[in-house]
């Protein structure tokens, strides 16, 4: 009695034609694809470390169906669980107060790069996707002027510097880091972020002005360089992809470039005061430019002796209970362990194939369906750059090694 039906090869030499999974139910019947599934199920661990795993699922039509019909299950389990709690997140220094304006600016032929950076905190993991800040730009200049922004984040002086401090300024204490955080670094010059200004006022004056005046200890104070006047502009930003930050306490640094005068970001009150978003431990806005880095001076106390002052800026995002840089509202897997890949639904590949049974519910028929589960998940991380073919192949080959799905 025949086991199963004839199945037509391909003719020696020739590259077997890969179909669809539609096509397959289509060409055979569901005892024939149970079949096949069973048989290689019971020898995936010699097959496991044969060949790559994109050349096992292309070769093993069975896997392929057995990892999508699992994993779209997973998917649909994960899809009807609760998601974590979603919250937005928000923070504001509130409305500039015209007390000063200074020089926020990358470098370009002949300036200098000049920074000027004001802290917030988060107190649980966020993803920000959206920051507004307000400054000036010279009266008459149009709009279209400003060709590039870019936004950093910096940790909280001593983390990100190098020891021995150079003595150069009076105090590093409360200052932003030396170093940026490169993952939150996003610049309109790559897309990965996009920007919009909008006038706010068509004249506007702040009392003072910190442009050129930056200088090593002990030539610190200049008082600044008096009242300006300009355009007063405010520039929203999109980050792509959202910046994922934990809980901290971190500097917002944004930079403006114009092609004709210089941008200067407005400050505003200190403390920060309804609709604002007071906080304690509020530190003041730091400056600095390429002859200075990478050591800060504050605004206030070391060049002005005025002020305190912070800067107009907001923040708005959403909460993120596992911190795996997917916003709750969308995070299938809410409880992701730190620093585990995701996809775009938050859901790692233990999550989507776990070791005790299928997401979906109830256990691994064997050791087989569990390793083909990882080996479809693996796939599908690959093929969204995740992760490389070799990471993969480490992946699939330590889940054939475990013994999940053997009932042990």
């Not at 604002?276 to 003041?284: E, R, V």
């Not at 002005?304 to 997917?326: C, H, K, M, R």
């Not at 998940?377 to 080959?397: K, N, P, S, Y």
Request: one cysteine or more; aromatic letters at 6%; glycine letters at 8%.
């Amino acid at each position: 009695m025949a086991l199963c039906p004839a199945v037509r090869l391909p003719p020696p030499g020739t590259t077997p034609t890969r179909i669809t999974l539609h096509e397959m139910h289509n060409r055979f019947s569901l005892t024939t694809l149970t079949f096949m599934k069973s048989i290689i199920e019971q020898n995936i661990t010699k097959i496991v470390n044969k060949a790559s795993v994109l050349g096992r699922l292309e070769q093993l039509t069975w896997a392929v169906l057995s990892a999508n019909t699992t994993t779209a299950m997973a998917l649909v389990f994960l899809q009807m669980a609760s998601r974590a709690s979603a919250a937005t997140f928000s923070f504001s220094t509130g409305a500039p107060d015209g007390k000063i304006a200074t020089l926020s600016t990358p470098a370009s032929p002949g300036k200098v790069q000049t920074e000027t950076a004001d802290d917030f905190v988060v107190t649980q993991s966020v993803v920000i996707s959206q920051a507004t800040f307000t400054g000036l730009i010279p009266s008459g200049v149009p709009l279209s002027s400003i060709s590039q922004v870019e936004i950093e984040m910096y940790h909280v002086f001593p983390l990100d510097t190098a020891f021995p401090l150079s003595g150069n300024v009076p105090t590093r204490t409360n200052s932003p880091a030396d170093v940026e955080i490169d993952s939150a670094t996003r610049d309109s010059v790559d897309g990965s972020l996009a920007f919009s200004a909008t006038i706010v006022s068509s004249s506007f004056t702040a009392s003072n002005s910190v442009v050129h005046g930056i200088n090593k200890h002990p030539n610190e104070r200049t008082n600044g360089e008096g009242a300006v006047t300009g355009e007063e502009v405010s520039i929203t930003v999109q980050f792509n992809p959202p910046v994922s930050l934990p809980a901290d306490h971190y500097f917002f640094r944004p930079e403006v470039l114009l092609t004709t005068g210089e941008f200067l970001w407005l400050s505003a009150p200190r403390p920060i005061v309804a609709p604002g978003t007071p906080f304690m431990g509020d530190l003041q806005s730091w400056i600095r430019n390429d002859a200075l880095a990478p050591d800060w001076l504050r605004i206030g106390t070391d060049i002005t002796g005025q002020g305190p002052f912070n800067a107009a800026f907001s923040l708005s995002g959403e909460t993120d209970a596992d911190g795996d840089g997917v916003p709750d509202s969308v995070d299938l897997c809410s409880d992701t362990l730190a620093d585990a890949i995701v996809d775009a639904n938050g859901c790692s590949i233990d999550q989507l194939a776990p070791c005790s049974g299928p997401a979906s519910g109830g256990v691994w028929k064997n050791h087989g369906q569990y390793v083909s589960a990882v080996a479809q998940a693996a796939e599908a991380f690959v093929a969204e750059g995740l992760i490389t073919a070799e990471q993969a192949d480490e992946i699939v080959a330590h889940a054939a090694q475990s013994n999940c799905g053997t009932n042990k």
